[in-house]
């Protein structure tokens, strides 16, 4: 079982990267290989939407930067940690950037239709915020998960906020999520 993690946020002392990481080491305590990427360290351009990606089945981003090792990584994973931070009521821009050229793992086919270059990927969502009240961003959350889920072929499998400082229960969450992941759910 391959898993995957992305740091979205630029603080490298951030709750939504100890989530993470709790997922991640939970993963690997079970077999798990894990892999995490951080998005403020990666040099990721800005789509250009020329589309080149959508060419065929084998095209990727003609863009030559750090994306070249995660598409790379996604295609190998078997599932997928995302942690952001919310930021004005949204992803942090890392995080957006991230979902934005990940369009390239998309092709059109012969009729119009959209169709995946990668196989179907579980996806676990964690998003940490300054507002007290956990729900308060769900309809964003709601939003934000569904992109996500339709570039990376994927399902999301936990939704964990964390509304200003990780409790117990989300680090229990986040530990028992990681141990389902390495199992195949």
């Known amino acids: 079982m391959k898993i995957i ?4 946020s630029p603080r490298p002392q951030s709750n939504s990267r100890a989530l993470v990481d709790t997922v991640l080491a939970a993963a690997g305590e079970q077999g798990a290989d894990t892999e995490v990427f951080d998005l403020n360290a990666l040099d990721i351009k800005g789509c250009t939407a020329c589309f080149a990606c959508h060419k065929t089945p084998e095209a990727f981003c003609v863009q030559k930067d750090d ?36 369009y390239a793992l998309m092709y059109a086919t ?19 915020q300054g507002a007290p009240m956990a729900d308060h961003y ?26 200003k400082e990780f409790s117990d229960e989300e680090l229990a969450d986040a530990r028992e999520i990681g141990h389902r992941l390495a199992c195949g759910l």
């Open 5 to 8: 993690g992305f740091y979205g």
């Open 67 to 102: 994306m070249d090792q995660i598409y790379a990584a996604v295609k190998a994973a078997d599932a997928i940690v995302i942690g952001t931070p919310i930021y004005m009521a949204q992803a942090s821009a890392q995080t957006i950037l991230l979902l934005n050229r990940l």
């Open 110 to 128: 012969d009729t119009g239709a959209s169709a995946f270059k990668i196989g179907p990927k579980k996806v676990v969502m964690i998003y940490a």
């Open 138 to 163: 769900n309809t964003y959350f709601d939003i934000n998960d569904g992109a996500f889920a339709m570039m990376l072929n994927g399902e999301i499998v936990k939704r964990i906020v964390c509304a």
